[in-house]
Structure formats: C-alpha cells, structure tokens
Nanobody, 121 residues
C-alpha cells in the first residue's frame, strides 16, 4: 500500500523552528517530485514548497521564502521541510504530496494525512 506519513508538527512559539518529515512506505520517493502544502482553518489549501525528484530544483511560495527550506534524503526515503522564524499565520495542517507533477499546484498523485503546526504569539 502506497502511503505518505508526515511527522514533526507541534506547538511552537513565534520565532521558533520545526522540521517536518514526509516518509514514504510501499514505494520509493526518488522517482517522485514532492510538494508541501498547508491548510489553515477556514482557508483553502495552498502550496508552500516543492522539490524535484533529484533534489536539484526547488520552489517556494513568496511568504515562506527565506524562512522555509525543503530538502530530501532519497536514501532515507524522506523529504523534509525546515521551518524557521515561524509566525502565528503559519499555523495550519501541513501535508506532503508525491507525483510526476512539479509545482505548487495540487496535481500530485499521493497525499499524506497531514501534521498540525501551531505557532503561538
């Protein structure tokens, strides 16, 4: 069974950091582009960052540039999202997704269940 599992979410104060992980089971991630998304209560899901299958290309939405870093370790079958200088407006459920598509849209094939990130002011 193909599955993506996010972890690393939690409660952090404004200005703090978290590192999210996206681990795959049932398949290897090295053939897939990966996206990170988030959805805050009452808001649409939005793309945050993406990384190509090789890791050679990354992209970020403007409001996380300079604060978030996406990376991948294909040997560990895991993709990471390092989040620094967190703000209360970063509070959301964060999802990872895998697929042939590359970008900040939702056209990925596989999705995780999400991990909650809460940033207190």
């Amino acid at each position: 069974q193909l599955q993506l599992v996010e972890s690393g979410g939690g409660l952090v104060h404004s200005g703090g950091s978290l590192r999210l992980s996206c681990a795959a089971s049932g398949f290897t991630l090295d053939s897939y582009n990966i996206g990170w998304f988030r959805q805050a209560p009452g808001k649409e899901r939005e793309g945050v960052s993406c990384i190509s299958s090789s890791g050679g290309s990354t992209n970020y939405v403007d409001f996380v540039k300079g604060r978030f870093t996406i990376s991948r370790d294909n040997a560990k079958n895991t993709v990471y999202l390092q989040m620094n200088s967190l703000k209360p407006e970063d509070t959301a459920v964060y999802y990872c997704a895998a697929g042939a598509y590359y970008g900040l849209g939702s056209e990925y094939d596989y999705w995780g269940q999400g991990t909650q990130v809460t940033v207190s002011s």
